[in-house]
Each structure stands twice: as structure tokens, then as C-alpha cells.
């Protein structure tokens, strides 16, 4: 199933949809198979596979730490795809991966858009990658029939907004708040706004991220965007607990759907 | 290709430059994009900058010749742009002034700014003192360590310095984080770059702020020996003084232009920061550049003993400019820039900072290329104080 379609779906029904981000190679290749599995039989309707970078420059203290050790535990890219295969053997759950530019840069964007394709997963979401300086993933994308997600923020010009909905497929990731990822107390009354004007473009659904942490959350946004997106509560409920910590964070975070 | 080298100017230099930053970015980048370039048309804005320069910074800079120095390291002549005679002791300074000026216009009452050895952190706490600016300076935790007097400087001038605990802890960690720090506080805050790295607008910009060091050289140069230099040489590593002293003279082809990096251990070893040497292109901090990074797109740890140097990438510009032919690029190791530290000590009575060390070093590498008494012109960009318990340790001269 596409990510749009289940985005579509869900709204239809009222259920609303969940993402859960996890980072691949975290803490090990087969952990992060069986935390994504688990992610997808709890609730999750789509999965952010995150990929390892050293140089996260969007992310908050839990996600780097995460990533920074799943990097220690010596993660290869080659291995994002491995991921991606072994959650595709247990479950038809769409997967995005979410990478910052420079390794799929060096990697060469058309083989990651490739291999991306084949391992199974619908696309990617980029986070330092603006529609503006991405021509070789939109063609990419385009070729392999992959979901290319952007970010619009609360800062965003409407000139801006317009142009990384119309770029994007699959969905449009609304920055809730100004501020890199990590849980809040409340989901910032910018995300409203933000959901609003890109859903006003009308040409792709919308997720709202960074600060949703809770099934409160998950349920206020599905009311005024297409999908609520959950990381940083994600890994710490893991760092916690396990593999039961995460089970019982994503049922937490499923209550708030329809 | 009729367009003058030095006409050019961002978001792209060649295939280097451009945004690579998260989407909550691009507005403070359009805003600081048009406030630049309309004070940069702006007569006032001009001579504002140029006034505090002649009354705070202290320019024009001089040049010295440095005879003694010259003398054992091949006999060309040597001319120091003396940068290490600015205010807070180097070139920082220029853009420093100029960015504050700039934050002032946009109404932003607090600056972050990132350092490595301290000297840009000195020089934007020193602005944010001038101007009564709010100020934060993120700085990895190896670099607090290895520069413990500039940290108290920048506490004693009235800034915040937070020690940057995630990554490698050095330069490029302290970029992740202002960036951090800008994304969650951009409406009041200007992230103050100090080099000519990062996203458009900064790499023009920055280097914009810095060129006033070539056009005084070179007007300078004509003065005292009639001619233009054979070579113009500096220190990289993000590349910021190089490019100020370059820029004059990039379209006058019979001057040559050498950066000197730092190759650490060697360049055949793990242990450097010789991004153009050995760099491949990639995106690093918001450009397309030259950067040190593995098979799988991963930023390397970078090495150099001098802490302004430790950075795996470089500017855009300067990467155009090597793949042009226009500028040279060559290592320098550690050994080899501590004693042209020495050297110039010694000759000349002028200690220099152990990054600008590494274009002295350069020195005799250029007396085999040019002939003998040919003119170099050299960025002296910066002075050694700071660097007095790394040099004391290394030389074994603490304690009496």
C-alpha cells in the first residue's frame, strides 16, 4: 500500500494515522528489524526509518545519541537496505527512510534510489535537502516511483510552502514548531497553522513532527492534519524498557487515534 | 567564461555552495540575503564598517618585512599582511564588526556564534561587548580544553560558552549546534559564521567582510616594491583569511595563490585536515564543498595540532578555485608548522598563531618554485598568545 493511500484511508475512516520514526542499525541491524516489526503491530501505520549521519543538525540529544551509537556499533550504509528488507519479509507497513543529503550524496543518488526501491521501502523524507538544490533526487524519485517528502515550517514564506507541497509526494512533513526534534510538553499551536496552509495547496496530505510524544498528541493532531510523526518518545521508551518499553509507548501513542 | 573571477558570488561557486540546510532555515537565510545586499549598495552602511575599523579594529594593517625569516627559508622576500595586529588578535575581527552591523539592522539582539581555537569566539563576544548584543558561543569540549584562556575571555567579555559534548567535540560538532540553536531561535537571533563555509548567503559574505585584507595588500605591495607579488600565501581550514588576501588578486593571473593546510600526522596518514588534498566533494554545514568523509558519506574526524585548522571541510569558493587551477592547495604537518612557529619567533620577534604557522611553513616549499627574491605576500592572520601551553608543552618550555 502507498503511503498516500493509507494516509487517504485512515482519514476516511477517522482512525487518523500514526508514524513512528526508529533509526536503523540501533542499537544493532537486528534490533532495529525486530523495534520496526514491533513499531508496525502496535499501531504504526508508516514507518521513518531513520538513517546514521554524524552530523545530524536537525535532531535533538535523544536521536543523536542514538544514531551516534548505532554509528559506534559500526552501521553501514549498505545495511540501511537490510533493514529495509528484513521489516519488508514480516510486514507491508509503508516505509520512508529519512537521511540527511550527504550520504545518499555519496552513496550516488540514483543507486540509493535504486536499491531503495528493490529492499522495499516508498520513498524518503529529506531534511536538509530543499526542493530548490534537489534535482537529482526529484528525478531519481521520479524514475523509481518513490515518495519524496519535504519539510515546511512555521517560518516558511507562502511562496515556499506552496513549492515543497507541490515537490513533494507521498506527504508533506509539517515542522510543528520552530526547533529541532525532542518530546514537548505541547504540541505548538504553529503546527495548526503550518497543517492549515499546506493543506490549503491541496496537492499532497500532510504529517505534523518534531514534539508529538504523547496519544494525547497523536489524537489533537489527527484533527487538524493527515498524521501525527512520534521519534524522540520512540527511542526513549526503548532506552527504557526494551523492546516492551517500545510496545507499550506505541499502543500508548495508537490510544490516541479513531 | 568572460566574467571576472572576482565578480563572482554565491549561492553557487561552480558546482560548490548552495542551501543545504533544514526548511525552518531559509527564511533567516532570504532575510540575512537581502539585508546584505542592500547594505552592501548602502553608502552609509560602508562607511560605518570602515569607521570602526579605523577606530576599533585598527585598520589599515600594516606589512612587515621580514628579512631574518627570509633569509633561512630559501631567500624570497617575505611581506607579513599583519592581521595578528587587529583587535583581539586576528583577522576574525573584520567579519565579526560586520555581521554585528548587519544584526543590528535585522533588530536581532542575540548572536551565536561557533569557534575552534577561540579567536572567533573572542572576536564575536568582543562585538556583542561593543554593541550590547546578547551572546553565545558553542565551542566542542576538546577545544575548552585545549583553549582554556580563550574561554575565559569570552566568559570575561560577557558571553555564554557552551561546551559541546556530542560528535568529535571539536569545530564542526560547534557548527551542529549553533545551527541547533539557530533553528529553534531564528526570529532573535543571527548565527554569526565565522568562516566561509555554511549556506548561502555566508561564503560571499564572509568573504566579502574579509577582502578588505587583500585590497590593502595590495595597494600596500605597489607601495613598497612597485609590483604585484609572485604569490600570495595563507592558512585554510575553513578558509576565511585565505580568501580575504586572495580575493584582490584573483584576477591578476601572474600571481599565484597557495593555501596551506594542515596535513596533521600526513596527508598519507588518518590523522589530518588537508580537506583539499585529500577531501572528495560532498555536503557538509549547509554547502557543496570539499570535505573529509568515508566510503558511506560519514564526516571524518579531522587532526591538526592547531584547533582553528581541525575542520573536514573548507569554503565553496576555495573549492572552485582548486579545481580551476586558480589557487594551490598544499599540506603542512604539525612538526613543520611549530617550527616555522618557532622561526618567525625567533627571526622576527613575532610569535604567530600556530594556524597561521602553517603558511610560513609554506615558505620554502615556494622558494623552490619562484625565483630567487621574488616577493610573497603572506597572511599573518593571527598571533600566538592563545597558543602559548600548546607551543610551551610542545617545546618544553614551561617552567623556568
Keep these: 500500500m502507498s503511503v498516500q493511500s493509507v494516509l487517504e484511508t485512515n482519514k476516511q475512516s477517522g482512525r487518523g494515522t500514526l508514524v513512528g520514526y526508529f533509526p536503523a542499525g540501533y542499537p544493532t541491524v537486528e534490533d532495529s528489524i525486530a523495534a520496526f516489526v514491533a513499531l508496525a503491530q502496535n499501531g504504526c501505520d508508516i514507518l ?211 | ?168 567535540r571539536t569545530l564542526k560538532d560547534a557548527i551542529n549546534e549553533a545551527l541547533r540553536d539557530w533553528v529553534a531561535n531564528v526570529e532573535t537571533t543571527h548565527y554569526l559564521l565565522g568562516t566561509v563555509a555554511g549556506p548561502h548567503p555566508f561564503p560571499t559574505m564572509v568573504r566579502d567582510f574579509h577582502s578588505i585584507i587583500g585590497k590593502e595588500s595590495k595597494e600596500q605591495m605597489l607601495e613598497l616594491t612597485g609590483e604585484l607579488p609572485a604569490a600570495v600565501a595563507a592558512c585554510v581550514g575553513g578558509g576565511s583569511n585565505a580568501i580575504g588576501i586572495f580575493h584582490a588578486f584573483l584576477d591578476d593571473p601572474d600571481v599565484q595563490l597557495w593555501g596551506f593546510e594542515a596535513a596533521g600526522d600526513g596527508i598519507d596518514t588518518p590523522m589530518h585536515a588537508a580537506t583539499l588534498s585529500r577531501g572528495v566533494p560532498g555536503v557538509l554545514h549547509g554547502a557543496m564543498s570539499y570535505m573529509l568523509q568515508d566510503e558511506d558519506g560519514q564526516t571524518s574526524e579531522s587532526h591538526s595540532i592547531s584547533a582553528g585548522l581541525d575542520y573536514p571541510g573548507v569554503g565553496p569558493e576555495h573549492s572552485w578555485l582548486k579545481d580551476l587551477g586558480r589557487a594551490q592547495y598544499h599540506g603542512v604537518t604539525d612538526s613543520e608548522a611549530m617550527e616555522a612557529m618557532k622561526l618567525l619567533s625567533q627571526t622576527e620577534g613575532i610569535i604567530p598563531a600556530i594556524e597561521t604557522a602553517h603558511a610560513l611553513a609554506g615558505i620554502p616549499h615556494l622558494a623552490k618554485i619562484l625565483p630567487a627574491g621574488a616577493s610573497v605576500l603572506v597572511n599573518l592572520s593571527g598571533r600566538g598568545d592563545k597558543d602559548m601551553e600548546t607551543a610551551g608543552r610542545y617545546f618544553g618550555l614551561l617552567g623556568a
Design chain 2, 1 to 168: 567564461m568572460s566574467q571576472k573571477l572576482g565578480e563572482q558570488v554565491g549561492p553557487y561557486f561552480g558546482q560548490y555552495g548552495g542551501r543545504f540546510v533544514p526548511e525552518p532555515l531559509i527564511a533567516a537565510l532570504d532575510q540575512l540575503s537581502q539585508v546584505y545586499e542592500a547594505a552592501r549598495k548602502d553608502p552609509k552602511f560602508q562607511e560605518e564598517l570602515a569607521e570602526l575599523h579605523r577606530t576599533y579594529t585598527g585598520r589599515p594593517s600594516i606589512i612587515t618585512e621580514a628579512q631574518r625569516f627570509a633569509a633561512v627559508t630559501g631567500g624570497l622576500r617575505v611581506f607579513l599582511k599583519r592581521e595578528d595586529l587587529n583587535h583581539t588578535g586576528s583577522h576574525k575581527i573584520n567579519n565579526v564588526m560586520g555581521q554585528a552591523l548587519l544584526a543590528k539592522r535585522m533588530g536581532k539582539k542575540r548572536i551565536i556564534a561557533e569557534t575552534g581555537a577561540g579567536q572567533h569566539g573572542v572576536a564575536s563576544a568582543t562585538a556583542a561587548a561593543y554593541f550590547g548584543l546578547d551572546c553565545v558561543v558553542y565551542m566542542g569540549e576538546v577545544d575548552t580544553e585545549r583553549q582554556a584562556l580563550n574561554v575565559a575571555r569570552m566568559k570575561l567579555l560577557g558571553a555564554e560558552v557552551v561546551a559541546v559534548k556530542t560528535g568529535s
Design chain 1, 48 to 258: 521513518e526509518v531513520g538513517v546514521p549521519y554524524s552530523d545530524p543538525v536537525m535532531d535533538g540529544l535523544v536521536i543523536q545519541k542514538a544514531t551516534e551509537k548505532a554509528l559506534e556499533n559500526g552501521f553501514k550504509l549498505s545495511q540501511l537496505f537490510e533493514v529495509i528488507r528484513g521489516v519488508r519479509e514480516q510486514v507491508d507497513t509503508p516505509m520512508l527512510v529519512m537521511s540527511y543529503y550527504n550520504p545518499v550524496l555519496r552513496y550516488g543518488v540514483e543507486r540509493f534510489a535504486d536499491e531503495l526501491k528493490q529492499a522495499g521501502a516508498q520513498g524518503m523524507i529529506t531534511p536538509d535537502l530543499i526542493p530548490d538544490e534537489a534535482s537529482k533526487w526529484l528525478e531519481s524519485a521520479d524514475k523509481h516511483d518513490l515518495d519524496r517528502v519535504f519539510l515546511v515550517a512555521p517560518s516558511s514564506s507562502d511562496e515556499r510552502v506552496s513549492a515543497n507541497t507541490k515537490a513533494s509526494r507521498g506527504f508533506v512533513y509539517s515542522v510543528s514548531t520552530m526547533g529541532i526534534t525532542g518530546e514537548r510538553a505541547e504540541v505548538d499551536k504553529l503546527a495548526r497553522e503550518v497543517a492549515g496552509r499546506v493543506s490549503s495547496i491541496g496537492s499532497a496530505p500532510t504529517c505534523v513532527g518534531v514534539g508529538v510524544s504523547t496519544g494525547a498528541q497523536v489524537r489533537d493532531v489527527n484533527t487538524f492534519a493527515d498524521g501525527a510523526i512520534v521519534g524522540t518518545a520512540l527511542i526513549a521508551a526503548y532506552e527504557s524498557n526494551g523492546l516492551d518499553g517500545l510496545i507499550e509507548k506505541t499502543r500508548e501513542l495508537a490510544s490516541g487515534l479513531g
